[in-house]
């Protein structure tokens, strides 16, 4: 998995996207990455600083792990971006 992290003009609001590409399989196993990705999320979010844009890109290996291991996987590049409280 890939993170992009930007700043954003909005004060207190912090937005995020999830993408997919086909090069990942049918649209099953992109939705599952999604539904992954968001459920890993949605543990952390409350960790994350306001005023940014972050964007998930899903990778290979992604359709093949569980939620917890992209979490660890997401609060790693997220603390190296600067992002986590």
């Known amino acids: ?3 992009y992290v930007l700043k954003n003009n909005r004060a207190g609001v912090c937005r995020y ?6 090069k990942l399989g049918n649209a099953v196993v992109r939705n599952r990455c999604r ?18 844009d972050i964007v998930f890109v899903a ?6 792990l569980k ?6 996987i997401m609060v ?5 971006a600067g992002v986590l409280r």
């Open 59 to 64: 990778r290979f290996k992604t359709s093949r």
């Open 17 to 22: 996207g999830i993408t997919t590409g086909k």
């Open 35 to 52: 539904r992954v990705i968001n459920a890993a999320f949605c543990d952390i979010a409350g960790n994350v600083r306001p005023g940014c």
């Open 67 to 72: 939620s917890y291991q992209v979490r660890e």
């Open 76 to 80: 790693k590049q997220l603390q190296s």
């Open 1 to 3: 998995m890939v993170t």
